[in-house]
């Protein structure tokens, strides 16, 4: 697969299937309805999308389909971020922390976290 896009609704039926899978249809209606109140027909028409673009996979399990993942949580999240980061802050990093910092919207313990990041990274610890 190319760059991933994913739609909030695909990353919704994602996050359900990096939860648990694999997933009958009928598992999959009932948890996006109690989560995102989606009809029968909207989860089994996304299933069917999502298979074609080839995010999810389908098996016959007995009479039912059973779904799982086609794509890494990880690999998902880190196209979202550079998608975010090119849109946002012009793909720069700097400029999002920041922007972030000055508003304050960094707590003290997330500071701590980022400091021991920048540290682990100069001292090439991480990969």
């Not at 109140?37 to 039912?64: D, F, N, P, Y």
């Amino acid at each position: 697969m190319g760059e991933m896009k994913l739609t909030p609704s695909e990353w919704n039926v994602l996050n359900c299937l990096w939860e648990s899978s694999p997933r009958t249809v009928m598992q999959l209606v009932a948890e996006l309805e109690r989560t995102v109140g989606w009809a029968k027909s909207t989860t089994i028409t996304m299933l069917r999308r999502m298979e074609e673009k080839g995010l999810v996979r389908c098996e016959q399990a007995g009479r039912s389909k059973a779904y799982t993942p086609a794509v890494e949580r990880e690999r998902a999240a880190i196209a979202e971020t550079h998608s975010f980061l090119d849109r946002v802050y012009q793909g720069s990093v700097g400029l999002m922390m920041s922007a972030m910092a000055r508003r304050q919207e960094l707590s003290a313990g997330e500071v701590a976290q980022l400091r021991a990041i920048l540290d682990e990274i100069e001292g090439g610890s991480v990969q």
